[in-house]
């Protein structure tokens, strides 16, 4: 059975198909995603292996540009999105 995917905003289920592989309510106007984190960003499997290699390791983005297949300002964007992804699990862990 197909899963109807509706907004976060306002749970409308009516959407636009965006070129880019996003979603635009009818309702609302919100933008949204039905990707995770990992599969939305464009670099390579390799690439994305290796950033979060050095995240865990605790090099710095401004470090991890002479050893990174990638730019400064993606290794730094990288290295938001995984904070963010932390901050929202630990948001919804319960505590101890």
Do not use: I
Not at 76 to 95: D, G, I, S, T
Request: aromatic share 14%; with cysteine; hydrophobic share 40%.
């Amino acid at each position: 059975m197909r899963q109807r995917r509706s907004c976060p905003g306002c749970a409308h289920h009516w959407a636009w198909l965006l070129g880019d592989g996003r979603f635009k309510c009818r309702s609302c106007g919100r933008v949204y995603t039905w990707l995770s984190v990992w599969d939305a960003s464009r670099l390579s499997e390799h690439d994305k292996r290796k950033l979060l290699e050095f995240f865990v390791l605790g090099v710095p983005a401004y470090r991890a540009r002479f050893r990174a297949p990638c730019s400064r300002p993606t290794t730094e964007r990288f290295y938001r999105q995984v904070r963010a992804v932390m901050a929202m699990h630990e948001e919804l862990a319960e505590p101890f």
